[in-house]
């Protein structure tokens, strides 16, 4: 959040951060709101955005690293995912700090 506030250059009244923990506590303008993505209309289409974003990069992903199946999971913690890992191990596109997969690693 940090690293996407710094490239705003642009004035701006207020940060929505989507849910309850406060990310940026310390800048007066961010604000929490639970299910944001629901109720404030800038929020649920960035929420969009960054859902196409997500799948067009983890299609790259796919192509990069095959036999993952990133392209259907799309990183979520799906049977077919854990079923991959088991089968291929843990891949440098793996965030090695997500609890399931520091448990795979350490099984």
């Known amino acids: 959040m940090r690293q ?20 940026l506590a310390d800048n007066d303008k ?22 196409v974003e997500r799948d067009r990069y983890m299609a790259k992903l796919a192509l990069k690293f095959p ?14 995912h854990l079923e991959k890992l088991i089968d291929l191990g843990v891949c440098s596109a793996h965030r090695l700090s997500y609890k399931p997969i520091a448990n795979l690693i350490q099984a």
């Open 30 to 51: 961010a604000v929490t709101i639970v299910k944001a993505d629901q109720t404030v209309t800038s929020v649920s289409a960035a929420s969009i955005i960054a859902k």
């Open 4 to 23: 996407a506030l710094s490239q705003i250059n642009c004035e701006y009244d207020q940060i929505i951060i989507d849910g309850n923990r406060n990310f």
């Open 67 to 80: 036999g993952y199946g990133f392209e259907k999971h799309v990183g979520y913690g799906t049977r077919l």
